[in-house]
């Protein structure tokens, strides 16, 4: 059986990082702290210092928990309105629902990203924040939302569960809001072992409320102020994170590699439309999303092929049961017919891209 390549076999970390996360282990194991403590504190100061921002970022239990953590925090509730992309993961309507507010879907441009040009016309009194996606890994006109969002009293909540490591105008993505969220799910540029989540704020009163939000409402044990829960990180998935963060620049130096490989071979080929800005400081290369008229067909061919590819995202979100939203949303619903991700990690190897490239080139070959 040929061996395949797979869109994401986190199994392949090398040995030293497996060394070096067995080690962090035994020493956790060794301390006996499973919750809160000294590897928490020294993620949030690692992830300011590496960000290269002054704001407080507050380690919390995963991305989903961030966004509906920030809800709070401001005070979106319910009869309040929130303004979402319509193509996203599901977590950025659901948190909404969750806290008794209403998702307001806008359509995306044609790279993903909400339409911003669209936002005045969903405006009503009851809009009290707005959700940029940084969808894929790129990054949403930050500095161009702040102008709409902040004359108007609107408040911004940065969905950057997708985009950590990408930058605007030299400011790290999950920092230009008044709340940005930040997922480190496995599957995540900087992934853990498990769930983990992150809040960053400049707000230093409102960064206090965070801290008690995701920890019952206490700014200390037993003195419960607000109505709080359970959102902290696993210490263990902090001290996890604390290493592979040490190897995150060296990841994203072969994403990107491997992107350009993508971006060299691929242009000119059949109908494909390719992420062209994946290589600039506001892309992190999380995805490399392409678009073709021909999804299932390459798709069918590439798995004959012993080449897994993904689709982000099969379905828009207010055609989702739950979410059951009337509108038109042109550009989302032509990306979930027409977009495919092609396999882009920093443990693949270069062989493996290239085939990926020739066997993209033989498929549009027999259908011109």
């Not at 990054?139 to 102008?147: A, I, P, Q, R, T």
């Not at 069918?300 to 689709?311: D, P, Y």
Request: glycine share 8%.
């Amino acid at each position: 059986m040929k061996k395949q390549i797979p869109f994401l076999d986190l199994s392949r970390i090398d040995q030293e990082l497996k060394s070096a996360l067995e080690k962090k282990f035994s020493d956790m194991l060794s301390k006996g702290i499973f919750s809160r403590g000294e590897e928490v504190e020294t993620l949030g100061k690692n992830l300011s210092k590496f960000l290269g921002t002054k704001n407080t970022i507050i380690p919390c239990s995963n991305g989903t928990d961030a966004l509906e953590i920030a809800l709070r925090a401001l005070e979106i509730g319910t009869g309040d309105e929130v303004i979402v992309p319509a193509l996203t993961w599901v977590s950025t309507a659901e948190v909404i629902k969750l806290v008794g507010a209403s998702p307001v879907f806008v359509d995306t441009d044609s790279s993903g990203l909400m339409d911003l040009e669209q936002l005045d016309s969903l405006t009503t009194p009851k809009t009290k924040a707005v959700i940029p996606v940084h969808l894929y890994g790129k990054m949403v006109d930050m500095e161009k939302l702040n102008s709409w969002a902040k004359p108007k009293g609107i408040k911004i909540i940065e969905d950057n569960a997708q985009g950590f490591g990408a930058y605007q105008n030299g400011k790290s993505a999950g920092c230009w809001a008044d709340i940005g969220c930040f997922s480190f799910y496995p599957t995540k540029n900087l992934g853990a072992l498990g769930e983990a989540g992150a809040l960053s704020t400049s707000d230093k009163s409102l960064a206090k409320k965070i801290e008690m939000l995701i920890n019952h409402g206490q700014p200390i044990r037993d003195k419960h102020e607000i109505v709080g829960r359970n959102a902290r990180i696993d210490t263990i998935q902090a001290g996890f994170l604390n290493v592979k963060l040490a190897y995150f620049q060296k990841w994203q130096d072969k994403r990107k590699y491997f992107a350009s490989l993508y971006l060299q071979h691929l242009s000119g080929i059949g109908d494909l439309i390719l992420p062209e800005s994946i290589l600039n400081s506001d892309h992190n290369a999380h995805l490399f999303v392409i678009k073709t008229d021909y999804r299932s067909e390459l798709k069918h061919f590439l798995q004959e092929k012993g080449i897994l590819t993904a689709i982000h995202y099969p379905t828009i979100i207010p055609k989702m049961n739950p979410y059951l939203s009337k509108g038109l949303f042109v550009n989302s619903e032509k990306l979930t017919a027409s977009s495919l991700s092609l396999p882009l990690n920093p443990f693949l190897e270069e062989k493996e891209v290239l085939k990926v490239i020739q066997q993209i080139k033989i498929f549009y070959s027999r259908t011109s």
